[in-house]
């Protein structure tokens, strides 16, 4: 009987599409609250199962070169160089789970009416192959794509590949920036809506950088959204305050 019920509550929820046990909710005639309740905890379940419980990068296949990925209605293409995993410090060639997981989160609060992106200008730090970007310029925001300046030929082609000749609500740009370095004018005048990221920091020394390139680009009424590996984050969280307070301090 308890395995017959538990089944019973499991459905496929929003664009995402994955199996999701609700959660919370009312009796009967609430199906439609409970799946709010659920869709709204989806992402974090998918947290909170990394890295033991779920095998890693279980949405991305690193050794092709083309990884299809359907969003907001779209069959994106998106351009892989996995090759260039063997050269030291280079990790946006390829896509990994978390932006997969950030994308579609993006997708689904829009969809929920959660977000709204029509209109807000979004910085994306390490943007690597531009999924996410790609994302939030179809959900209608005005994207700036960011990274290193030997990673934006990829960048650049995947934005050129999935966005030119689709119906796109908003617009992206691709620009060169290194962390710890004034951004260019156009990403701070004005200050971003949101700045995203997801899973940008694969070295603690890269954490004062980004910190401080985060107040470059962070007003009072900007949104950081970001995803990152939760076991890496807990092990550098010290660090992480250490230098936020310093160039808190300093500033």
Same mark, same amino acid.
């Given at each position: ?57 279980? /949405? ?32 946006? =060639? ?10 579609? /989160? ?28 790609? &994302? =939030? ?17 990829l960048l650049k082609k995947n934005i050129e590949t ?55 680009? =962070?007003?009072?009424?900007?949104? &950081?959204?970001?995803?990152?590996? /939760? ?7 010290i660090s992480w305050t250490r230098h936020l307070e ?6």
């Amino acid at each position: 009987m308890e395995g017959e019920e538990r089944e019973g509550l499991m459905v496929r929820l929003g664009s995402y599409g994955g199996e999701v046990l609700l959660v919370g909710g009312g009796g009967e005639g609430d199906e439609d609250d409970d799946e709010e309740a659920a869709a709204a905890e989806v992402m974090l379940l998918w947290g909170m199962q990394q890295p033991t419980s779920s095998k890693p990068n279980a /949405f991305v296949a690193q050794s092709s070169l083309l990884l299809p990925v359907e969003a907001c209605g779209h069959s994106l293409s998106i351009l892989q160089s996995p090759s260039s995993l063997g050269t030291p410090g280079v990790t946006g =060639a390829v896509m990994w789970d978390s932006g997969v997981v950030l994308g579609k /989160f993006l997708e689904h609060a829009v969809d929920s009416g959660m977000l709204i992106l029509l209109g807000k200008k979004v910085v994306e730090l390490g943007s690597g192959c531009g999924l996410v970007g790609c &994302i =939030a310029a179809l959900l209608g925001a005005n994207v700036i794509l960011t990274d290193l300046p030997d990673r934006l030929r990829l960048l650049k082609k995947n934005i050129e590949t999935n966005l030119n000749n689709a119906d796109v609500r908003g617009s992206a740009i691709v620009r060169e920036l290194t962390w710890g370095y004034d951004p260019d004018p156009d990403m701070v005048e004005p200050l971003p809506d949101y700045v995203i990221g997801s899973d940008v920091v694969y070295s603690e020394g890269a954490v004062n950088d980004l910190l401080e390139t985060l107040l470059h680009l =962070a007003g009072p009424q900007t949104t &950081i959204i970001w995803l990152a590996n /939760f076991e890496m984050m807990r092990s550098w969280n010290i660090s992480w305050t250490r230098h936020l307070e310093t160039l808190l301090l300093g500033a």
